[in-house]
């Protein structure tokens, strides 16, 4: 046990520039935010109203947004003795207060809708599964959203694209990154409000027929959302929308299906990457019948090893299907997603998803060096 693991990664507000409303009370917030904060504030009429990102520093040097349950998790991960078990349930709760991991959380979910980088924001967060919905503008011929998650959420998403200071009927495209429902239940209705719906060639029909690919999660439904699905991907496609290329990379093994996504903005390469990486060595669902953990294996080391136009691609900001969201060194979490594959794989061990409970995980955040605090 080390110095590692006394200091904790603590939520602070830093970077992104706020864009406020010209309302009184929210200018009032804004100028008291930059006055506590030190951060620039702009004001003019018209302006999108937009949120920040609440973001920590990590002991690796990343800056990332957290949502609570992860956050516990990782932090208890560092102060929970190596030989008590790993709780559950009832008991997890308990260790997060007995452990003092409640004191200081990021909130249960991110400020939305928020601007990430340039012309990517987050604009939904599914409340049962953390899901993540991120809208891409393209300019003057409209905006795409990624992974709109369940239909419930479309009318605060849509609310949210207004926010951005975009219209409704500016939402022309909708990618699925792959077709389980908790992804792709809302594309019906934006297919109805006129979007156009991608998604790979091989989950297609899983969402146009409406499927138990489609439906993993909820077996005991009778019948499955389908959409018309006006695009099929394959890999390697440059997918042109708007003033925007997108770079399809096929990484089956989660579904036959999932892509991942490669954008570059402001000289930063942005991983969107569905259920296929997450942050810190999460790995996304692999106990489906069609789960194929060998082609997860080989989807992950391609997108390590990837290359654009011969150059290997460095890995910046990861924006997954659910959970954290990372602002830099992205490389870090598809690394550490290869390894435990590898590893679990070469012992035969059942993949889970989370890796808080895993010995190798609790001896690795005993290893860490200190935290640097935010910025
Ligand atoms: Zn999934």
Redesign the pocket.
Known sequence: MNSGIERRAKPVPVGNKMLIHPSVCVWFRGILAAFVCGISVRVAAGEPLLERLRLSRTEEGQLVAFNRGNYQARELAKVLPLDLPWPVGAELAKAVVKFGVNRVVPPATQPMPSRILGDVFLVGQDRRSTNLTYMVDCGAEGVMLIDPSYDSEFERTVANVGKCGRKPGDIKWVINT?C?T??SWADYKFSAAGAQIILHEADATAVERGTRVTA?ERYELKEFPVSRVDRRLSDGEELRLGNKVFHVIHTPG??PGSICLLLQVENKNVLFS??TIFYDGML??QSLAYSDNDRYLKSVAKLEMFKLNAQPVRWDLLLP?HGVIVLDRAYLDVQKARERLEHDLMLGRELQVMPHSLPEYRRRMFGRPPTTPGE
Do not use: I, K, N, R
């Open positions: 792959h389980h908790d992804h993993f989660h579904t569905g259920d996304g669902l299907g």
